[in-house]
């Protein structure tokens, strides 16, 4: 099956980041796409719509045959936990239900779900795959969980070819991510060079995750499975630092913060920032983002689908400053992003 052929695709989340960049690779490769916003817009073929609004869902899904659902609430980070944590519930969970009953009444034959690796439990310093039984422990990604298995069970019920992607941190132009941020700190020369722990943290770049998102739409494999989109290779901190220092035309650094001095740095963050009700630039949570272990193993999807992220790391933060040479960020998107068969 060739993407020209999904029929009409609806982009949930089109004013984000991920959503944004999908729906531009879709109208490149001469798909048929209506973007979904949840705010009134002037785009070409965009329609308005609120997740936790059935009737509107109803409506944008008339004449749909794909729906890739992009939008969510990702407050990863929260302040006031029972705000946020009815929040995950009501936008990521019941907001996906509601999108999938609205999909399967309007007869849409695919749905594909974009999740995240918070989905599953933290994996400590193991690089761990999609049969990692450590629950979510945070309201975000119990919320993402949650949406996963009704992905899964609306597609048993209704027939719909469904499929969740568990997206490992993307980057990339344009993000507002952490490494955005480090890049940001780099270049303007106040972020310091982050120790070497050894541990190693996942990645994945924008240009990738739009390729998955179309190897799944045309492989008829993809179906009922939750697959983790990520590079092949993770880096740790001080790597991530390395390269992004490297894309910014400094020299590398000759120094490095000791582990112990930025931890200790993240307390005094936490102390502070509840002192003054309010998240500081830097505590535990951001160091632990910095330094700590995240690795997610994309080895399924390459096996059954033969995905593979194409973006290099080096690649991707000479992007991040604007000096990606033509064509280099994005050969995922144009290139070849599916095995052969099954299709």
Known sequence: M?????????????????????????????VAVSPMFRMPVSADGACQADLLDPASLARACVGIDTVVHCAGYAHAHDVDEGTTRQRHHQVNFVGTRNLLDAAARAGVARFIYLSSVKAMGAPGLRCVDEQWPAPPDTPY???????EEAVLAAGRCSGMRVCNLRLAMVYGRGSRGNLERMARGIAKGWFPPLPETGHRRSLIHIEDVVSAVRC????????????????????????????????????????????????????MGDLLGWLMRRKLPLDSHTVARLIGAECYSPASIYRDLGWQARVTLAQGARELFGRAEAGAAAPAV?????????R
Do not use: N
């Open 141 to 147: 990604g119990l919320s993402k969980r949650e949406a």
């Open 334 to 342: 144009t290139g070849h992003t599916c095995g052969g068969g099954g």
């Open 2 to 30: 060739q993407i020209e052929e999904c029929g009409r695709v609806l982009v949930t989340g089109a004013g984000g980041f991920i959503g944004g960049r999908l729906v531009d690779a879709l109208v490149r490769a001469g």
């Open 216 to 267: 799944v739409m045309v492989d008829a494999r993809a179906d009922g499975v939750t697959y983790i989109v990520a590079d092949a290779q993770a880096w740790s901190g001080a790597e991530i630092y390395d390269a992004l220092r490297a894309a910014s035309g400094r020299a590398r650094a000759t120094w490095r913060v000791p582990a112990p001095v930025l931890a200790a740095a993240g307390r």
